[in-house]
């Protein structure tokens, strides 16, 4: 039986901490262990922790420096069992479907595991009662470097990757990246292979403190891309410069190409042109193309 490690990073989630711990530990996939850290927790977070202490499954480090959601997720993919055949990433506030493990292995397993593969799924977005709310919207493009380019697609806290894409990942860590699930996707999409699942098996939980959440309705998704993208100016492009900068040697001529393209997009009206024209770089829906492509004539990418 595969042994599967659990990422957890935990920051202020006293509120919603211990149900999802609960819910990871009645996994129906027993053969697992979670590894936590705290990232200087000022609530009672660590109080909630230190009930787990004594669970041979259950690891804790308590961090002395706030590493932001980001680093911390890094920092644990850094310091991961090389014992364990699969590593899960799991975010502090939702609540995990008994069979979330084993339905991951299901579309892992068997692979060749020296081929970087991550799973990644749909979720079931709930509010703070886990009454469903909705479910986020299946692909309709594919996975591929193109979409990744300009768009975080992947929930990391739906990912399970075997040990060859964590290592791939951990091997070459950015300096900069806009968020973790946003950088796995990037760098899988053009070195490994995605295998996603249209089902969830993870209730989502939305909330006032999340820090990154999902925005159903058109009026709210078209919001949330603005805000995020389109007055962070040249954000994509930075991440993208920083992913040619680590894997350049390992692109193709054509991975390059669209690269590149990317990167140019600041320099010149033309290069916004080329970019806004290309149809191999894009976003899932008609609507989030459409302002993808004004974004990009904007220079606000």
Not at 142 to 149: C, K, T, W
Request: aromatic share 8%.
């Amino acid at each position: 039986m595969p042994h599967v490690q659990i990422l957890l990073p935990t920051y202020n989630g006293e509120r919603y901490l211990q149900p999802l711990l609960e819910s990871l530990l009645d996994q129906d996939h027993k053969d697992l262990d979670i590894l936590i850290r705290d990232d200087a927790s000022t609530d009672r977070t660590r109080d909630v922790l230190a009930g787990y202490v004594d669970n041979p499954r259950v690891r804790v480090i308590l961090g002395e420096k706030n590493l932001g959601v980001v680093r911390s997720f890094f920092e644990l993919m850094r310091i991961s069992s090389h014992e364990a055949d699969y590593i899960a990433l799991s975010d502090q506030d939702d609540v995990w479907q008994p069979d979330k493990v084993s339905r991951a292995l299901r579309f892992l397993e068997p692979s060749n595991t020296d081929r970087p593969t991550i799973y990644a799924s749909r979720v079931a977005v709930v509010d703070e009662d886990l009454r469903l709310m909705y479910l986020s919207q299946r692909p309709r493009r594919p996975l591929a470097l193109g979409n990744a380019l300009v768009q975080n697609l992947l929930p990391g806290c739906t990912m399970v990757m075997n040990r060859a894409a964590c290592d791939l990942i951990v091997a070459r860590l950015p300096d900069f990246a806009f968020v973790h699930d946003w950088w796995i996707y990037l760098v899988m999409s053009a070195l490994g292979e995605i295998r996603h699942d249209n089902e969830s098996r993870i209730l989502y939980r939305q909330h006032a403190q999340n820090v990154i959440g999902l925005a159903p309705g058109l009026i709210a998704g078209w919001s949330r891309r603005i805000s995020r993208f389109a007055l962070r100016k040249e954000t994509v492009v930075r991440q993208v410069a920083e992913f040619r900068r680590l894997f350049s040697d390992r692109l193709s001529p054509a991975q390059h190409e669209m690269v590149a393209l990317v990167e140019r997009m600041p320099r010149s009206f033309f290069s916004r042109l080329a970019l806004a024209l290309n149809p191999r770089v894009y976003r899932q829906s008609m609507i989030d193309d459409l302002l993808l492509r004004a974004v990009i004539l904007a220079n606000r990418l």
